[in-house]
């Protein structure tokens, strides 16, 4: 190895398979969409805001209104994290580790207006209906 590096060679003339390992992992590195791809994306984000819009427009209420506006607002969270966050070509540790939080999140928020809707119940049944 000494004579190698003497002889200007360094250490990559003696492994050349690190120079096949840098030349993956440049090609891994960087990787292009097509176009068409974040074009199409962007016009069902279009899409979905335009009958996010129209949930209002057309005066909807109640839980129709918000169901529709909520899901409206997932549809339009998940392709901007799926395809402009790169969340799509991730691991599945990596989906799991940020997506998973905010579906726990919905769930205890679920469970929370369940254990409200019951404290409310209880409390008239014990205190009365009020003044």
């Known amino acids: ?15 050349p398979a690190h120079d096949v390992a840098a030349a993956v992992m440049k ?14 994306v962007w ?10 819009y129209l949930v209002d427009y057309f005066g909807l209420h109640g839980y129709l209104r918000w ?3 909520l899901i409206f607002m997932m549809l ?10 790169h969340m799509a070509w991730e691991r599945l540790a990596m989906m799991y580790a940020i997506i ?5 999140v919905l769930v205890f928020v679920t ?3 369940f254990e409200a809707d019951y404290t409310l ?7 009365g209906p009020g003044p």
């Not at 190895?1 to 492994?15: K, R, S, V, Y």
């Not at 016009?43 to 996010?52: G, K």
């Not at 339009?76 to 966050?85: E, H, T």
């Open 76 to 85: 339009k969270a998940g392709l901007i994290v799926a395809v402009f966050m």
């Open 121 to 127: 119940l209880t409390r008239i049944a014990f205190f």
């Open 43 to 52: 016009a069902w984000l279009f899409i979905l805001s335009t009958c996010s």
């Open 1 to 15: 190895m000494a004579e190698a590096t003497a002889n200007g060679l360094g250490q990559h003339a003696l492994h």
């Open 67 to 69: 169901s529709l506006i």
């Open 100 to 104: 998973l939080p905010p579906i726990l």
């Open 27 to 40: 090609a891994d590195t960087h990787q292009e969409h097509p176009i068409k791809l974040y074009l199409v």
């Open 111 to 113: 469970m929370m207006v």
